[in-house]
């Protein structure tokens, strides 16, 4: 049996290496990615498949983006990560390391849901954006 646990480390592997198409496997058609803020949520593969190809192609502004997991808490159908995302910022050239705290809920080996925070605060003051 494949766990949420399994599930979520398999998605960040499969992110960090570029394999969007094996990972969007692993999505959902229907899932609901709760984005908070003034993007609100995201419902469905094609609005995730947009995310990771924004930020595959530059589109974020950022480069050299990078997550590591540093815990890890899961149950069967539940997972979640407090990690570690670095990158650069590609108009200025500064660098940020934040950390953040992602949930999964996975049915039948596939996300269905997915909550994510990170420090915009610290990441913000990093960049010279709070000024």
Do not use: C
């Amino acid at each position: 049996m494949t766990t949420a646990g399994d599930v979520h480390r398999r998605i960040i592997e499969l992110y960090g290496a570029g394999r969007l198409d094996e990972g969007l496997a692993l999505i959902d058609p229907d899932v609901i990615d709760h984005r908070g803020g003034a993007d609100g949520d995201h419902h469905g593969l094609a609005a995730w498949r947009d995310k990771w190809e924004r930020a595959f192609s530059g589109g974020t502004g950022f480069h050299d983006m990078s997550v590591t997991v540093e815990q890890n808490v899961s149950t069967d159908d539940l997972s979640a990560n407090v990690y570690l995302s670095t990158g650069t910022h590609t108009a200025s050239g500064r660098r940020y390391e934040v950390r953040g705290i992602d949930m999964i809920r996975v049915r039948d080996g596939r996300i269905v849901e997915h909550w994510a925070i990170r420090d915009a605060v610290a990441m913000r003051h990093q960049l010279g954006l709070d000024q």
